[in-house]
T-cell receptor, first 111, second 114 residues
């Protein structure tokens, strides 16, 4: 059974700081790994998807890496802004159309 | 580019009432899903569909029914609402190639059953 853990559960940083969010998974046989953000009371917005054959993906100030052998992915946010405040989820597709979502990291960027 | 659209966004039901949540996607995706999200329990899969005319049960299907008569629409029905079905419901879709494409989610329906 795939288990996905995100550390830390919550993070508070001052504006402008670079930060790293972590996602660990137990089964390395994955199709891909997807990072989402969720604002309070809103839906999940896809940030980045890393295919199983890729090592990293970048979009603007975001960079996600994937190391299947160690069961880890990191989401790097450069020059954080208050608008980055949200809960960040990683998601790993599995068998039978199942997706295992991480436990989430709640990020607060303080102006 | 609408993506995945859910209607309604909010609804309050009395116990025993019925309702249908509509999900529509304009990306020609084969697969569609219904999830519920509850505090402390994360996202749980209710039902899913791998193509027009097909449906299958997910982790928590009891009390819900679904239909996929058209490729772009996936309906979630509650025949007799119960307070335990108070939740936020999300619809998602994805393209066929599971390795290359991820999931697109709707903005959610917040349902309260009193």
């Amino acid at each position: 059974k795939q288990e996905v853990t995100q550390i830390p559960a919550a993070l508070s940083v001052p504006e402008g700081e670079n930060l790293v969010l972590n996602c660990s998974f137990t089964d390395s046989a994955i199709y891909n790994l997807q990072w989402f953000r969720q604002d309070p009371g809103k839906g999940l917005t896809s940030l980045l998807l890393i295919q199983s054959s890729q090592r990293e993906q970048t979009s603007g100030r975001l960079n996600a890496s994937l190391d299947k052998s160690s069961g880890r992915s990191t989401l790097y946010i450069a020059a954080s802004q208050p608008g980055d405040s949200a809960t960040y989820l990683c998601a790993v597709p599995g068998g039978y159309q199942k997706v295992t979502f991480g436990t989430g990291t709640k990020l607060q960027v303080i102006p | 580019n609408a993506g995945v659209t859910q209607t309604p966004k909010f609804r309050v039901l009395k116990t025993g009432q019925s309702m249908t949540l509509l999900c529509a996607q304009d990306m020609n995706h084969e697969y569609m899903y219904w999830y519920r999200q509850d505090p402390g329990m994360g996202l749980r899969l209710i039902h899913y569909s791998v193509g027009e005319g097909t449906t299958a049960k997910g982790e928590v299907p009891d009390g819900y029914n679904v239909s996929r008569l058209k490729k772009q629409n996936f309906l979630l029905g509650l025949e007799s609402a119960a307070p335990s079905q108070t939740s936020v419901y999300f619809c998602a879709s994805r393209a066929r190639d599971r390795g290359r494409y991820g999931y697109t989610f709707g903005s959610g329906t917040r349902l309260t059953v009193v």
